[in-house]
């Protein structure tokens, strides 16, 4: 049974860092790109950033261009995100995604609060 488990969440100040990480476990990550993706109350679930399943292509959404930066250990199973100069608007439930195909896998999401 697929399952991904994100940790890594938490409080932090405006201007601080955080790294999330996504660790999986019943499937092999290898050939599924990894996403990161967030969302706040009332909206719906976004795109964060996305590495394909051999670390050649990255993408990210405008807002965390240049702050945040995703990667992956294949051979770990494991995904991470770098977060670098959080700001407010950063807060949200951050989620973990594996696709491949028409096959893809959530995590349950861990919490990101940034505030003074």
């Known amino acids: 049974q697929a399952q991904l488990v994100e940790s890594g969440g938490g409080l932090v100040q405006p201007g601080g860092s955080l790294r999330l990480s996504c660790t999986t476990s019943?499937?092999?990550?290898?050939?599924?790109?990894m996403s990161w993706y967030r969302q706040v109350p009332g909206k719906e679930r976004a795109l964060v950033a996305s590495?394909?399943?051999?670390?050649?292509?990255?993408n990210y959404a405008d807002s965390v261009k240049g702050r945040f930066t995703i990667s992956r250990d294949n051979a770990a199973n494991a995904a991470y995100l770098q977060m670098n100069s959080l700001k407010p608007e950063d807060t949200a439930v951050y989620f973990c995604k594996a696709i491949s195909g028409s096959t893809n896998y959530w995590g349950q999401g861990t919490q990101v609060t940034v505030s003074s």
């Open positions: 590495v394909s399943s051999r670390s050649s292509t990255t």
């Open positions: 019943g499937f092999s990550i290898s050939s599924y790109a």
